[in-house]
């Protein structure tokens, strides 16, 4: 399976602090997403690194990328409460369908 | 609203019934896409559209799953004969896929949450 795994299940942190969450995948993908999902919710794109990329930067959010490795991370600096929900990595298959494949996802709480 | 919008949110139903749900992408997107998810666990791909022609379905799409893209704009997921199993939230998302490239950025819409009783 391609499904992308990620790193922990679930995390809890103070307001203020920085939260780390990590991804795993198994096979050569395109590029890498990071979605976000409030309970209940439906997904909310937050970033894309190319398989090319090796870092980027959006607002609070720092997303590493290491092909060699197989792994992503996602910082989220300078928490805030709002910051709660789960954060999935989504990959896409190296073949012209595109489709995403999802982990289970970082459950992240952060207690204001 | 420019985003992609699903109809109805939430969906209960008695077991054997049918249910069809709507996905409307973003007007300029190519392609539309179809993810079920259950409880605890991320999306999982069921199809996917590239303008009107449906070129790829899961093998979670059992026989009694049908999607349509009819004019290549909104999108129609049909369930047959509905078991609990199908309990899940049902996902609709969209790209745009061109020349430049399938970097294929997927937004989501909010979902239909179909309960089976």
């Known amino acids: 399976s391609q499904q992308g795994e990620e790193d922990p299940q679930a995390l809890s942190i103070q307001e203020g602090e920085n939260a780390t969450m990590n991804c795993s995948y198994k096979?050569?993908?395109?590029?890498l997403q990071w979605y976000r999902q409030n309970s209940g919710r439906g997904l909310v794109h937050l970033i894309l690194?190319?398989?090319?990329?090796r870092e980027k930067h959006s607002g609070r959010l720092r997303v590493t990328l290491d092909t060699s490795k197989k792994s992503s991370s996602l910082l989220i600096t300078a928490s805030r409460a709002a910051d709660t929900a789960s954060y999935f990595c989504a990959t896409d298959a190296h073949t012209g369908a595109n489709n995403l494949f999802f982990g289970t996802g970082t459950r992240l709480t952060v207690i204001p | 609203d420019t985003g992609v919008s699903q109809d109805p949110r939430h969906k209960i139903t008695k077991r054997g019934q049918n249910v069809t749900f709507r996905c409307d992408p973003i007007s300029e997107h190519n392609r539309l896409y179809w993810y079920r998810q259950t409880l605890g666990q991320g999306p999982e791909f069921l199809t996917y559209f590239q303008n009107e022609a449906q070129l790829e379905k899961s093998r979670l799409l059992s026989d009694r799953f049908s999607a349509e893209r009819p004019k290549g704009s909104f999108s129609t997921l049909e369930i047959q004969r509905t078991e609990q199993g199908d309990s899940a939230m049902y996902l609709c998302?969209?790209?745009?896929?061109?020349?430049?490239?399938?970097?294929?950025?997927?937004?989501f819409g909010p979902g239909t949450r179909l309960t089976v009783l």
């Open positions: 096979t050569s993908i395109n590029n």
């Open positions: 690194i190319r398989s090319n990329e």
């Open positions: 998302a969209s790209s745009l896929v061109g020349r430049g490239g399938p970097y294929n950025e997927q937004f």
